[in-house]
């Protein structure tokens, strides 16, 4: 099964910008579509942004006109733009297949706190 890795977060103050990343172990396939999931403190995970198939991307409506998702094939990498962060965006951020496969294997997330 494919292992996902994330990286990229940090802290950065409200309107800042990260670029997050998520490299996987075995080839990522045009066929497959891969999102972006959040899970913030003391809530569930939720997809946040997906590159489906043939190029087609959804975002959250919170997210919509400020994160951009975009996949890299040959280097099995999933990027995450991520501009004009708002306090609300803080979380833990993972990647993985959209939509999730059975029994979804998740990788460590990378953690994203926007604050002052």
């Known amino acids: 099964q494919v292992q996902f890795v994330e990286s990229g977060g940090g802290l950065v103050q409200p309107g800042g910008s990260l670029r997050l990343s998520c490299v996987a172990s075995?080839?990522?396939?045009?066929?497959?579509?891969y999102g972006w999931y959040r899970q913030a403190p003391g809530q569930d995970r939720e997809l946040v942004a997906s590159?489906?198939?043939?190029?087609?991307?959804k975002y959250k409506e919170s997210v919509r006109g400020r994160f951009t998702i975009s996949r890299d094939n040959d280097k099995s990498t999933v990027y995450l733009q991520m501009n004009n962060l708002k306090p609300e965006d803080t979380g833990v951020y993972y990647c993985?297949?959209?939509?999730?496969?059975?029994?979804?294997?998740w990788g460590p997330g990378t953690q994203v706190t926007v604050s002052l």
């Open positions: 075995g080839s990522i396939r045009t066929r497959d579509g």
């Open positions: 590159h489906l198939t043939y190029g087609n991307t």
């Open positions: 993985n297949y959209d939509p999730l496969k059975n029994a979804p294997n």
